[in-house]
């Protein structure tokens, strides 16, 4: 699923989502446990995975490379939570919501 | 103690006298006949922006736009001899709604090379003519050319697509006036990777411009964004802009921005750390012609610190353009005198690495979880005004775009009323 470097992150596969909509919905509905156990394991990653990408064009990443680069943006996704709020939501956002439509494929 | 030099005037309000100091009248945001009238003095006679020249790649593009607020739908497509035009959304044989899907009300986009009515297949060009009628013989002295689609005025500025439903209105180009004039030669075409974000929010449109055109809020509301003792510093300094413009109808704010990227990397989250991009995007300017220099309407006050520019063009279009080489677009789209829809595009030059389209997804991200803070609000806000316990308010010298934006649109309902006698 991954590039054999990064055999360490199989275990967050179910982290490797098409769209942001799904990341946001993910984040919101996994416990702080789960989010810190994904961040502890893919942040310590992030900048060899960045490094070993760099040899790809982004529109044309093989499959375990384009994988590798969904778990990332799901990484972006949860550093809110863990890094900052210590909570899944957005505190103070209440029921406002804002839907991406349109997001730039990989 | 300021920070940053104010006009001769002493304010930048009082720099505008005809703004007066007094406290603004907020019925404005609450009351329906107001916003009857603003519909017809405001949306009906200005130029909207309804989109960028990319949606509309090729001949046969189209996509639809919903605008409750002047009480109609449009279709913008792009012809054969690759001019953009704007038509109501509207078959001239029985009006029915010409360019749908599933959902009448929803937006929609394609490439097509006619338009079909879905009712009795009346069809049309690309160019709104009239090409086909059903048992055309059927009819009575029927001219064809005498029922196309009825075309609405649309002109493009930098890319940026307008529409304006009053065929009397002066050019684009003189609405928008000396501030769009100083943007012109952004590489705005660079910039075609985009994210779109979309919400209903509970409010009347000012207050969201409102809540997007001033800084003051910032350090209060979105403090536990920032580590704490950044957010303590922040909370101490307040906020000050470099510079304001206001050529009514339309006004803009330059704001510093020491985060991209921040003179001290303690200050940031690890992530933006690793990823260089944050809040003002991506740390490191993409390599593309025409960021230095800048046009002369960007970072007007010449300032080292300086982060980013909010332009407001008048009704509900805002333009941010960031240091770091990326441009965000917000607009209102009024549903009821209290309730909008809100969208907001970030561009980018399009990434060529997984390592710069990170450092995109962190920016995209980080703006969501400042939005959702500032959407939220709102409503809160819509709330209370409507029960008129208190009416009127004070700005401070940093709201002045708020208090701007208010009376402008006051304006215009008043001369709407006054020309109509
Ligand atoms: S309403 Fe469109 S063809 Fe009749
Ligand atoms: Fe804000």
Same mark, same amino acid.
Request: aromatic share 14%; net charge negative.
């Given at each position: 699923?991954?590039?054999?470097?990064?055999?360490?992150?199989?275990?967050?596969?179910?982290?490797?989502?098409?769209?942001?909509?799904?990341?946001?919905?993910?984040?919101?509905?996994?416990?702080?446990?789960?989010?810190?156990?994904?961040?502890?394991?893919?942040?310590?990653?992030?900048?060899?995975?960045?490094?070993?990408?760099?040899?790809?064009?982004?529109?044309?990443?093989?499959?375990?490379?384009?994988?590798?680069?969904?778990?990332?943006?799901?990484?972006?996704?949860?550093?809110?939570?863990?890094?900052?709020?210590?909570?899944?939501?957005?505190?103070?956002?209440?029921?406002?919501?804002?839907?991406?439509?349109?997001?730039?494929?990989? | 103690?300021?920070?940053?030099?104010?006009?001769? %005037?002493?304010?930048?309000?009082?720099?505008?006298?005809?703004?007066?100091?007094?406290?603004?009248?907020?019925?404005?945001?609450? #009351?329906?006949?107001?916003?009857?009238?603003?519909?017809?003095?405001?949306?009906?006679?200005?130029?909207?922006?309804?989109?960028?020249?990319? =949606?509309?790649?090729?001949?046969?593009?189209?996509?639809?736009?919903?605008?409750?607020?002047?009480?109609?739908?449009?279709?913008?497509?792009?012809?054969?001899?690759?001019?953009?035009?704007?038509?109501?959304? !509207?078959?001239?044989?029985?009006?029915?709604?010409?360019?749908?899907?599933?959902?009448?009300?929803?937006?929609?986009?394609?490439?097509?090379?006619?338009?079909?009515?879905? $009712?009795?297949?009346?069809?049309?060009?690309?160019?709104?003519?009239?090409?086909?009628? =059903? =048992?055309?013989?059927?009819?009575? #002295?029927?001219?064809?050319?005498?029922?196309?689609?009825?075309?609405?005025?649309?002109?493009?500025?930098?890319?940026?697509?307008?529409?304006? !439903?009053?065929?009397?209105?002066?050019?684009?180009?003189?609405?928008?006036?000396?501030?769009?004039?100083? !943007?012109?030669? $952004?590489?705005?075409?660079?910039?075609?990777?985009?994210?779109?974000?979309?919400?209903?929010?509970?409010?009347?449109?000012? !207050?969201?411009?409102?809540?997007?055109?001033?800084?003051?809020?910032?350090?209060?509301?979105?403090?536990?964004?920032?580590?704490?003792?950044?957010?303590?510093?922040?909370?101490?300094?307040?906020?000050?802009?470099?510079?304001?413009?206001?050529?009514?109808?339309?006004?803009?704010?330059?704001?510093?921005?020491?985060?991209?990227?921040?003179?001290?990397?303690?200050?940031?989250?690890?992530?933006?750390?690793?990823?260089?991009?944050?809040?003002?995007?991506?740390?490191?300017?993409? #390599?593309?012609?025409?960021?230095?220099?800048?046009?002369?309407?960007?970072?007007?006050?010449?300032?080292?610190?300086?982060?980013?520019?909010?332009?407001?063009?008048?009704?509900?279009?805002?333009?941010?353009?960031? %240091?770091?080489?990326?441009?965000?677009?917000?607009?209102?789209?009024?549903?009821?005198?209290?309730?909008?829809?809100?969208?907001?595009?970030?561009?980018?030059?399009?990434?060529?690495?997984?390592?710069?389209?990170?450092?995109?997804?962190?920016?995209?991200?980080?703006?969501?979880?400042?939005?959702?803070?500032?959407?939220?609000?709102?409503?809160?806000?819509?709330?209370?005004?409507?029960?008129?316990?208190?009416?009127?308010?004070?700005?401070?010298?940093?709201?002045?775009?708020?208090?701007?934006?208010?009376?402008?649109?006051? #304006?215009?309902?008043?001369?709407?009323?006054?020309?109509?006698?």
């Amino acid at each position: 699923m991954l590039p054999a470097e990064f055999a360490a992150l199989e275990p967050y596969g179910d982290w490797i989502l098409e769209t942001e909509r799904e990341r946001y919905e993910k984040r919101l509905a996994s416990s702080m446990e789960e989010m810190q156990a994904f961040y502890d394991a893919a942040f310590p990653l992030l900048e060899s995975a960045s490094k070993h990408l760099d040899a790809f064009t982004v529109g044309e990443l093989p499959e375990p490379e384009r994988n590798l680069l969904l778990l990332m943006f799901s990484l972006v996704m949860v550093s809110f939570p863990i890094e900052v709020w210590k909570q899944a939501r957005v505190p103070d956002s209440g029921a406002a919501y804002l839907d991406l439509l349109v997001e730039p494929r990989v | 103690m300021p920070h940053f030099s104010k006009p001769a %005037a002493g304010s930048w309000t009082e720099h505008y006298p005809e703004l007066g100091t007094r406290p603004v009248d907020y019925t404005d945001s609450i #009351d329906p006949a107001c916003y009857a009238a603003e519909q017809t003095a405001i949306f009906k006679k200005t130029w909207l922006n309804v989109g960028r020249v990319e =949606q509309l790649p090729k001949t046969g593009s189209y996509f639809t736009k919903e605008l409750a607020v002047a009480d109609t739908s449009l279709v913008l497509v792009r012809g054969k001899d690759k001019r953009i035009r704007a038509f109501h959304n !509207l078959c001239r044989h029985r009006g029915n709604k010409l360019v749908w899907n599933d959902y009448p009300g929803e937006e929609v986009k394609g490439t097509c090379r006619q338009f079909t009515c879905k $009712y009795h297949a009346w069809r049309y060009d690309l160019e709104g003519n009239l090409t086909f009628v =059903q =048992q055309e013989k059927e009819f009575f #002295d029927l001219d064809k050319a005498d029922f196309g689609l009825k075309s609405v005025r649309c002109e493009v500025w930098e890319g940026f697509i307008f529409v304006n !439903l009053d065929p009397d209105a002066a050019p684009l180009s003189q609405y928008l006036g000396e501030l769009g004039k100083g !943007l012109e030669g $952004y590489p705005f075409h660079e910039m075609t990777e985009v994210f779109t974000y979309k919400a209903e929010v509970g409010s009347n449109w000012k !207050l969201f411009i409102d809540a997007f055109a001033e800084f003051y809020h910032a350090p209060v509301l979105h403090q536990k964004q920032a580590t704490k003792e950044e957010a303590e510093k922040l909370l101490g300094y307040g906020f000050e802009a470099l510079h304001y413009d206001i050529r009514s109808p339309h006004s803009m704010i330059s704001s510093w921005g020491g985060m991209s990227p921040p003179k001290d990397p303690s200050m940031v989250k690890p992530i933006e750390r690793v990823l260089r991009s944050g809040l003002f995007g991506p740390w490191d300017r993409p #390599d593309i012609e025409g960021l230095d220099p800048l046009p002369p309407g960007v970072n007007p006050a010449g300032h080292r610190a300086w982060g980013v520019d909010s332009f407001h063009f008048f009704p509900n279009f805002m333009l941010l353009i960031w %240091a770091p080489g990326w441009y965000l677009t917000y607009h209102y789209w009024p549903t009821a005198v209290d309730r909008h829809i809100f969208e907001a595009n970030l561009y980018f030059v399009p990434a060529k690495t997984a390592r710069e389209r990170l450092a995109h997804e962190l920016a995209a991200v980080t703006f969501k979880e400042y939005a959702l803070q500032d959407a939220n609000t709102l409503e809160a806000t819509q709330t209370m005004l409507k029960s008129r316990a208190v009416t009127e308010f004070p700005l401070n010298d940093q709201e002045i775009l708020l208090r701007h934006l208010h009376k402008v649109a006051g #304006d215009y309902v008043k001369e709407h009323a006054d020309a109509a006698g």
